[in-house]
């Protein structure tokens, strides 16, 4: 079993519904009107350093005794995949990652956006 963590940015002014920016964007890989285009070279760089100790399979894999990760991407999103077995303060790094991108977390298994709107 796993736990979703999806990442997004709203251009400004823009303010859409959560739940179907997940659907679309993440799970389906649309192209949405409203959302900024991310960095993901950058994102990914930015991972494989901070989880340095995790044993990087690929650029999208991540494993370690903690539990392990996989990255899903598009041009608008970025999906951590990750193991019920990891810790809170590991989650805690992957939020804080894209919070640099000014990304807060969607939590798809309850349905919230941590962005304060």
């Known amino acids: 079993m796993s ?3 999806a ?3 709203y251009d400004e002014g823009t303010y ?3 739940k179907k920016v997940y659907g679309q964007t993440c799970i389906e890989g649309h192209r949405t009107e409203g959302l ?10 930015k991972v494989s350093d901070v989880f340095s ?10 494993e370690s005794s903690n539990g392990g990760f996989t ?13 019920f077995s990891m810790p809170e303060e590991e989650l805690n790094k992957i939020i804080d990652i894209m919070l640099e991108y000014n990304c807060p977390l969607y ?8 962005d304060g709107k």
Not at 36 to 45: E, R
Not at 107 to 114: E, G, L
């Open 3 to 5: 736990r979703d963590l």
């Open 7 to 9: 990442f997004w940015k």
């Open 16 to 18: 859409l519904d959560h």
């Open 36 to 45: 900024s285009v991310l960095p993901i070279n950058k994102i990914l760089l």
């Open 53 to 62: 100790d995790y044993e990087k399979l690929d650029e999208h894999n991540y």
């Open 71 to 83: 990255i899903e991407t598009t041009e608008q999103s970025v999906l951590f995949n990750c193991s």
């Open 107 to 114: 939590d798809p298994q309850i349905n919230i956006r941590f």
